[in-house]
């Protein structure tokens, strides 16, 4: 078995909340962090935590000298959406050159999501179930995803849940009332991730990494919205959410809320305690309820 060197510099595209994270964890372990932001405002937090952050919209653009010595590239730049919100994937245009400039990349990994696959009525999903999206932001990242997987670099997908953390949550919705949540009947699974857990999978997929890997990121506990709202005001202190029947939901909640929640499924992770984690450090939502209560700001 060829021995693995851990990486000594990450590229990071599109450093937003679970890159910023993760550049903090590469960081403390002494991996030298490079990293792309399209919001030029977003360049000096980066720079003062210890990245080297520059602005750019387009990889394919970034000067060869500054890539060089890459090792590990993760992309996480969101999806793209045009005047009529339509959602695309931007890396069709910049993955190629852009790996024309990486000598030295021994690992990547693009940041998915779970909406790459369709409603399964609450039946249990692995990564054997063929992903077959519905939503244009799952087909878009479908797309995104068969870019990186033909493009001969040593890539793995990693299928996101909901992405929630301490800067994250829903606590301060709830805190000032008159949350609402539907109650769908029979009830709609959805599911979660914590970002701790989400940055220990990369963290140890970059220390043992496996080129073509398609792992779901989720915790333990699919459950439903409103389940997950209900019991989260209870932990926290906060009023119960308003739960409405999917026919209140039409006129008081906006299309794109009620799209987001429609979809009833059960992600598993079982690959993910197999492969990375045995065991994650917020195996559901309640193990995060003080952190989250604990970082609210009213």
């Given at each position: ?90 890396q069709g245009t910049w993955v190629a050159p852009l790996l024309t400039k990486m000598p030295a990349l021994m690992w990547a990994a693009y940041l998915s999501a779970t909406s790459v696959y369709a409603d399964s009525s609450g039946d249990w ?106 019991e989260l005001a209870a932990l926290v202190g906060a009023p119960a959410p308003i739960v409405l029947s999917a026919e209140e939901a039409k006129h008081q909640l906006s299309a794109k809320f009620i ?40």
């Amino acid at each position: 078995m060829k021995h693995h060197v851990a990486p000594t510099c990450l590229l990071i595209l599109g450093c937003g909340y679970v890159g910023t994270k993760l550049a903090q964890s590469c960081l403390k372990q002494g991996i030298e962090v490079k990293a792309t932001v399209r919001n030029p405002k977003h360049v000096m937090p980066l720079q003062n935590l210890g990245v080297d952050a520059i602005c750019t919209d387009n990889p394919s653009l970034l000067p060869q000298a500054w890539l060089n010595d890459c090792d590990a590239l993760l992309d996480s730049i969101p999806l793209s959406y045009d005047e009529a919100q339509a959602a695309f994937p931007s890396q069709g245009t910049w993955v190629a050159p852009l790996l024309t400039k990486m000598p030295a990349l021994m690992w990547a990994a693009y940041l998915s999501a779970t909406s790459v696959y369709a409603d399964s009525s609450g039946d249990w999903i692995d990564e054997t179930t063929p992903p077959k999206a519905t939503h244009t932001r799952g087909k878009a990242r479908l797309l995104a995803e068969s870019v990186w997987l033909n493009s001969n670099a040593p890539v793995e997908i990693f299928r996101l849940a909901g992405i929630y953390g301490d800067e994250r949550n829903i606590v301060g919705k709830l805190m000032a009332g008159n949350y609402k949540t539907i109650q769908w009947q029979p009830e709609h699974y959805s599911n979660r991730i914590h970002i701790d857990d989400i940055v220990a999978a990369l963290m140890a997929a970059m220390a043992s990494p496996c080129s073509g890997r398609i792992l779901n990121l989720c915790d333990d506990e699919p459950c439903s919205h409103t389940s997950y709202a209900t019991e989260l005001a209870a932990l926290v202190g906060a009023p119960a959410p308003i739960v409405l029947s999917a026919e209140e939901a039409k006129h008081q909640l906006s299309a794109k809320f009620i799209s987001f929640f429609a979809d009833n499924k059960r992600i598993s992770n079982q690959q993910l305690h197999q492969q990375l984690l045995p065991h994650l450090k917020y195996a559901n939502f309640r193990m995060a309820a003080a952190s989250l209560l604990k970082s609210y700001k009213p």
